[in-house]
């Protein structure tokens, strides 16, 4: 991890900066969060103006954007041009993730590097599954070869199905495919009936925040206000609903992050579980900010 770092900063020696782009993204507000990975503060009018802004404090650097997770094109346009690149973006090169393989156009000159299936011996590793283990094909069915699905399962058997075997974990998973056929939202609600009344209700109120931010945890904390906050983060981050990194920006803070999966999952079970559902959770919200 060292080399490929200290590797990436002779690449790139004026800086990384990165943002998840998500389904529903604010641009607006992603716009400015590069800029300020690069020290520009002033604030942004709107989109025209961060794309304006981003190609003159980027002109003349030698730095990596990473976009990640691009739904549209017209998304991925508001960050960089596609079409024709200013001769002084030469040294800036933009590495974005996607789902999409015809996201961009051939002609815009973008380099496709697409990932394979994982392996099962890819997939055992993450379930935590010795290899020869009878139940690995049906698990790995069941978990459509997701990375994230086979995280969540392995991290659940090690949390609570230590003394059951992989057959009864896979029958559970088994039980919800007709009713869940996404792969990740069915791991995560087999998980979720592991976790505390208390910890499960902390979860589901993060159904009032929008997709793929990145939530500060003192300010989640003093928000949500929960009593075991910070255990209840640690444990949805063991279980992989949740993501815990420092900021981009170098500023050490770490803040969370929920996977659209894992936020489609709360959204949908506040509706369900919770009295008002996620109308009432966002009243709750407003007045646990008043009161911070």
């Not at 609600?189 to 209700?201: D, I, P, T, W």
């Not at 990194?245 to 803070?253: I, V």
């Amino acid at each position: 991890e060292g080399e490929a770092s200290t590797r990436l900063q002779d690449l790139f020696p004026e800086g990384v900066a990165y943002a998840t782009v998500g389904q529903t993204p604010h641009v607006l507000s992603l716009q400015a969060s590069l800029l300020r990975a690069f020290g520009s503060l002033r604030p942004l009018v709107d989109t025209a103006d961060g794309y304006a802004r981003l190609l003159e404090v980027l002109a003349g650097r030698r730095c990596l954007i990473v976009l990640d997770d691009v739904w549209e094109v017209g998304h991925l346009e508001l960050f960089t041009p596609l079409h024709m690149r200013p001769a002084s973006w030469q040294g800036v090169a933009i590495l974005f993730t996607t789902r999409f393989a015809s996201l961009a156009p051939e002609h815009a000159g973008v380099q496709q590097l697409k990932l394979g299936e994982l392996t099962d011996g890819e997939a055992s590793s993450l379930l935590g599954m010795p290899e020869g283990e009878s139940t690995l094909a049906q698990l790995v069915r069941l978990c459509a070869r997701s990375p994230l699905a086979l995280s969540i399962v392995g991290a659940m058997r090690a949390l609570d199905f230590a003394n059951k075997s992989w057959n009864d974990l896979s029958k559970e998973l088994s039980a919800l495919e007709s009713k869940e056929p996404n792969a990740v939202k069915r791991s995560i609600c087999v998980s979720a009936r592991g976790l505390s009344e208390a910890c499960r209700r902390f979860y589901l109120r993060l159904a009032v925040f929008p997709d793929d931010v990145l939530l500060p945890v003192p300010a989640l904390m003093t928000i949500l206000g929960s009593e075991g906050a910070g255990e209840f983060l640690l444990e949805l981050g063991r279980r992989h609903f949740i993501r815990v990194e420092a900021a981009f920006s170098g500023s050490g803070s770490e803040r969370v992050r929920l996977h659209d999966l894992s936020l489609e999952f709360v959204k949908d079970t506040a509706s369900a579980e919770l009295p008002g559902g996620e109308v009432s959770l966002h009243k709750e919200l407003l007045q646990s900010y008043g009161a911070s």
